[in-house]
């Protein structure tokens, strides 16, 4: 996997678009990840992944950013917690359906989020349709430090139509979110169709996260948008609460 890793880094940005699924998925052959369980949790048309806690007794804090008008995956884990409890925090700028929908299960929170707090375009479901939409956008470390409060996260489900494109820096080694001491073990994130310009992001992120070589990535997921898992090995407290005591 890291020979074909390094040989896809190498490639042009649509290359590497249309061929990471697959040193990735040789990747989740390897004998020392079989007995981690990757556990999903399904949307009405995706599939969220968490390692649960090996441990009992512990609260987990999950963040979905682009609610969707759908909480089937948060309903799924909440059945699945069982004897350890988990704490759902959603974002979506669209309040109608997705307020009432998120509060079965956890705190919404009527906004986008993204990499500055400001007015402005995005890409939001309404009545069925993705349509864009002036909407209040709150910067990210505002939102996870400054609103709901913690610096730990377990897991963080992006779906933010695009967003994600201005959230990249955060994940790196040195990046917003260790410069604040926040701390995520776990995210989702769905990378949208990109045009030439996003695809040179997408090829720019994935090769960092590779290289910094604290967050391993799964569960590749190709249609119009690629969907990857990526899972945090090097924070001993992640590993501890997640792969091995």
Known sequence: MLKDMELLMTVDDDTFWNSLEN?????????????????????M????????????????SVVTLGVG?????????QKRIGNYSVQFFGADPI?????????KV??????????????????????????????????????????????????????????EYELFDYFVNGGNLDQEGITV????????LPNAIRKHQFKKFITRIFNDQRYAFFRPVRGNHIRLYFVNFM?????KK????
């Open 23 to 43: 040193p990735v998925q040789k990747c989740e052959l390897l004998y020392s990840l079989k007995n981690i369980k990757m556990e999903p949790f399904n949307n």
């Open 45 to 60: 048309d995706e599939t969220k992944y968490s390692i649960l806690p090996i441990c009992g007794n512990t609260v987990m």
């Open 69 to 77: 008008q759908d909480v089937n995956a948060e309903l799924a884990m």
């Open 95 to 103: 309040v109608e359906g997705n307020d009432e929908l998120f509060s």
């Open 106 to 163: 956890g705190t919404f929170f009527p906004f986008a989020v993204g990499n500055s707090s400001r007015m402005g375009t995005a890409s939001v479901l309404l009545n069925g349709n993705y349509v864009e939409k002036r909407v209040v956008h709150v910067e990210f470390i505002q939102f996870l430090k400054g609103i709901i409060g913690k610096i730990f996260y377990d897991n963080i489900w992006v779906d933010g139509e695009y967003a």
């Open 185 to 192: 073990c776990q995210f989702n994130m769905e990378f949208h």
């Open 235 to 239: 924070n001993p407290d992640c590993t």
């Open 242 to 245: 997640f792969i091995s005591e």
